[in-house]
């Protein structure tokens, strides 16, 4: 069952050979230059809408990052103001 490293070769050659020749790829609107065709304009929406999409999901990173970023300066400074107060003391309640 141990194929020789030729066999694998030769089958990935006839394997590339076979998809490179495929009549279908070259089949789309967007290939032949029939720029007004309904299927083209579908491309279009789909490639925005994914694009819009992406740019949503980068939006909220930044936001949060911005909050995260506003909330530990906050933090920082309620942290500072507090070094000059005095301690708590343990019998209080």
């Given at each position: 069952?141990?194929?020789?490293?030729?066999?694998?070769?030769?089958?990935?050659?006839?394997?590339?050979?076979?998809?490179?020749?495929?009549?279908?790829?070259?089949?789309?609107?967007?290939?032949?230059?029939?720029?007004?065709?309904?299927?083209?304009?579908?491309?279009?929406?789909?490639?925005?809408?994914?694009?819009?999409?992406?740019?949503?999901?980068?939006?909220?990173?930044?936001?949060?990052?911005?909050?995260?970023n506003r909330r530990a300066a906050?933090?920082?400074?309620?942290?500072?103001?507090?070094?000059?107060?005095?301690?708590?003391?343990?019998t209080a309640k």
């Amino acid at each position: 069952m141990k194929r020789s490293r030729r066999q694998i070769i030769a089958a990935a050659a006839l394997l590339a050979v076979w998809l490179a020749s495929a009549a279908d790829a070259s089949a789309c609107s967007a290939c032949f230059g029939k720029s007004n065709d309904a299927m083209f304009f579908s491309y279009y929406v789909g490639a925005f809408t994914l694009i819009g999409v992406v740019l949503v999901v980068f939006a909220g990173i930044v936001s949060f990052a911005i909050h995260m970023n506003r909330r530990a300066a906050q933090s920082n400074a309620g942290l500072s103001a507090l070094e000059g107060a005095p301690e708590p003391s343990a019998t209080a309640k």
